[in-house]
């Protein structure tokens, strides 16, 4: 243990999902520092099971619960850091495995921490299959390795946090929080750095839509325009999507039938060939990487036709929803 590392508290949102138990677990073999409590968020409207919380172990006296009724992770981790009673609050989702150094690193990260420092990320790894070709969805779940400021393991100084008034809860999914509360932690002054600590990020199992029900993030992606401006991408280190093709593709989509209607065939059969080019060339974007099989490739091309109109309508959706949205106060 390093002498002069702060005391800080877990806070784990969770929906009641199995992995919480192997979360919990590992945090309880993580050896050097431990957390002085460990907060579990329970963030399930009707809870039908107890949560495992047995597996903390040796720290099984030292966790809580909480409840916030299905408000979302963001209300949930807000609920969470505003009990807690020490200088630093450390993030987890439930779905991470600290490894067993964990605590000890987390212990220099914080002691090393000057006046200034806000916040310190904790560097993710994510495993991958070894004997074949990640899918879709597992490259998407491997982009956290590169992810600034990600909560699945991130240390915020409990004053940053009530300085800009915590995490925005108009994210009510696990999608831009993070970099929204990053990029105002950053604007009342603070500093972010990337400590040494690690922490494994398996691929949770999804079905062959969850590419599908994860356009929903463009109507965030408005909010953080409203509220950020449009060079946020920029400064939470996010990588731009692919929003515009998408556009493109569906006006193409739209237009092919009006121009077929208004008896303009040469364009309805330039705007049919638009949008199959388009469509083509995003589907074999997602299947050459992956490991071609028979389902994957069923998966990526049915659902390379879905996401472009719906991408685009959820940007609308967010259009209209957020359009008179205004930055978050910090509360006393």
Not at 96 to 112: M, T
Not at 171 to 196: I, K, M, P, Q, Y
Request: proline share 8%; hydrophobic share 45%.
């Amino acid at each position: 243990m390093t002498p002069t590392a702060p005391a800080y508290s877990v806070v784990v949102p969770t929906i009641g999902r199995a992995c919480l138990a192997e979360c919990l677990r590992a945090l309880a073999a993580s050896d050097g520092h431990p957390p002085e409590e460990v907060v579990v968020v329970d963030d399930r409207p009707e809870p039908t099971e107890p949560l495992p919380l047995t597996a903390a172990g040796v720290l099984r006296e030292r966790v809580r619960t909480l409840r916030t009724h299905g408000r979302g992770p963001a209300a949930a981790r807000n609920a969470g850091w505003r009990t807690v009673g020490t200088p630093w609050t450390v993030f987890l989702d439930d779905d991470v495995r600290v490894l067993p150094g964990w605590s000890r690193l987390l212990a220099e990260d914080l002691a090393r921490a000057s006046a200034d420092t806000g916040g310190i990320q904790g560097r993710l790894i994510v495993p991958l299959p070894a004997d074949r070709r990640p899918t879709d969805f597992e490259r998407g779940t491997a982009g956290l390795t590169q992810a600034a400021w990600a909560t699945a393991d991130m240390a915020y100084r409990t004053a940053a946090l009530a300085d800009v008034g915590g995490f925005d809860e108009r994210f009510r999914r696990a999608f831009r929080e993070d970099a929204d509360l990053a990029l105002r932690v950053l604007a009342a002054g603070w500093a972010l750095h990337r400590g040494r600590r690690t922490t494994s990020h398996p691929v949770r199992a999804a079905d062959r839509w969850v590419s599908v029900r994860a356009q929903r993030g463009n109507a965030d992606d408005v909010l953080m325009n409203r509220l950020h401006g449009r060079d946020w991408w920029h400064r939470a280190q996010a990588p731009r999507g692919r929003l515009p093709r998408h556009a493109l593709v569906t006006a193409a989509a739209l237009a092919a039938p009006l121009f077929a209607l208004a008896g303009r065939r040469r364009a309805a059969r330039a705007a049919c060939a638009l949008w199959a080019a388009g469509t083509t060339e995003f589907a074999l974007a997602r299947i050459v990487p992956g490991p071609c099989t028979a389902r994957e490739t069923a998966t990526m091309t049915a659902t390379s036709v879905l996401i472009p109109p719906l991408a685009v309508g959820h940007w609308l959706t967010g259009q209209i929803r957020y359009r008179r949205a205004a930055p978050l106060r910090s509360t006393p």
